[in-house]
């Protein structure tokens, strides 16, 4: 079984390669060259922040859940909803939360999951959902989300 992408973890690498750093270099060699034009050195710094905070959201999001796997409960659920988001598209990824129900002591409880990139091939039937919770804090909670299937 393969963990299904977010579409945030990829995006840090691109926005820090593909806009940060060339269009930093590009705004040092402009600014020295023509004297003090700041605009595509400001414009390189924007991408390289947004960059960094992505980057520094995919390290925790990854050190929270290694936290939860070693510390927390464990529980397997069943995915019962696919909810599409049509506002983020990323080729022909579908961009969705997933719905799930799992078994505590307490009863069945349905939560949903982060956004996650789904083929427009997968089904619910093909999605296993770990869910690690928190011991004492049982709202705080981290969900992995892992894609059936050897050919995908």
């Known amino acids: 079984m393969k963990a299904v992408a977010t579409p945030w973890s990829g995006l840090a690498k691109f926005l820090l390669l593909g806009f940060g750093i060339p269009f930093s270099l590009v705004g040092l060699l402009l600014f020295f060259a023509f004297d003090g034009n700041w605009a595509l050195l400001l414009n390189g710094l924007?991408?390289?922040?947004?960059?960094?905070?992505?980057?520094?959201?995919?390290?925790?999001?990854?050190?929270?859940?290694?936290?939860?796997?070693?510390?927390?409960?464990f529980y397997e659920g069943t995915v019962v909803n696919i909810i599409p988001s049509h506002w983020i598209r990323i080729g022909s990824y579908i961009t969705a939360r997933?719905?799930?129900?799992?078994?505590?002591?307490?009863?069945?409880?349905t939560k949903r999951s982060g956004y996650v990139l789904l083929s427009p091939f997968d089904r619910m039937e093909d999605l296993q959902v770990n869910i690690y919770v928190d011991r004492y804090h049982s709202e705080k909670y981290m969900v992995e989300l892992?894609?059936?299937?050897?050919g995908r």
């Open 46 to 73: 924007l991408w390289l922040v947004i960059g960094g905070a992505f980057l520094i959201k995919e390290v925790s999001h990854r050190r929270r859940l290694h936290r939860l796997k070693q510390e927390g409960l």
């Open 98 to 109: 997933v719905e799930f129900v799992y078994k505590t002591e307490k009863g069945d409880c």
């Open 146 to 150: 892992l894609r059936r299937g050897v």
